[in-house]
């Protein structure tokens, strides 16, 4: 198997290259945003635990997260690998994808983190909240508080993958193919 984790901040384009990712490498999509939003859309109770913490920009709580990811896993076993977009955004639900992924005796593979300014990235939230109908995309504050949620508890992710040699920094700033290129690179240098 194979298992990459797609790394960065909110508008750091990870969909946009999840999508040639899995086209290339065959590999599944699990990404936490979509499936909170199809609870969300179902009115399950999970949406209804999620919702409020989404709202405000905030994190849903780890063992929420953790859970859905691991019924998700439970339910693709027959998969070649998977790429976690969105996932994980916090140190202990890092471990808690390293212990889920060895209970299925596999691992991650590479950690790919997409580099993107600040400024940029409130730009290109702002411009998806113009056609994506997120209400978390249209409001400046929310997206202040999404960009703040990510400095104090998901860049600490970044050092967990980096102490275990599987990080690769890159730039998210250039056109979906040049950036394509920089992250096939780094995964065929890992896997
Ligand atoms: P973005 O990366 O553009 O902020 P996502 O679609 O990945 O958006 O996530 C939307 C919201 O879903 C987040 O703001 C957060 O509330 C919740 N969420 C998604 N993934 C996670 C996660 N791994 N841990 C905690 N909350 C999450």
Do not use: W
């Not at 209804?48 to 339910?75: H, R, T, W």
């Amino acid at each position: 198997m194979i298992n990459l984790v797609l790394f960065g901040p909110p508008g750091a384009g990870k969909g946009t290259q999840s999508e040639k990712i899995i086209e290339t490498f065959g590999l599944k999509h699990i990404s936490t945003g979509d499936l909170f939003r199809k609870h969300l859309g179902e009115g399950t109770e999970l949406g209804k635990k999620a919702q409020s913490f989404m709202d405000n920009g905030k994190l849903v709580p780890d063992e929420v997260v953790i859970g859905m990811v691991e019924d998700f896993l439970n339910a693709n076993t027959g998969a070649k690998g998977f790429i976690f977009d969105g996932f994980p955004r916090t140190v202990a639900q890092a471990e808690a994808l390293d212990q889920l992924l060895s209970d299925h005796n596999t691992e991650i593979a590479c950690m790919v983190m997409l580099d993107v300014p600040q400024d940029e990235l409130k730009r290109r939230l702002l411009e998806r909240g113009k056609t994506s109908g997120r209400a978390d995309d249209q409001n400046e504050e929310k997206i202040n508080v999404r960009i703040q949620e990510y400095l104090n508890k998901t860049l600490p992710v970044a050092a967990f993958y980096e102490g275990q040699g599987k990080a690769s920094k890159i730039n998210g700033v250039g056109t979906i193919d040049s950036i394509f290129e920089e992250i096939s690179s780094a995964i065929n240098a890992h896997v």
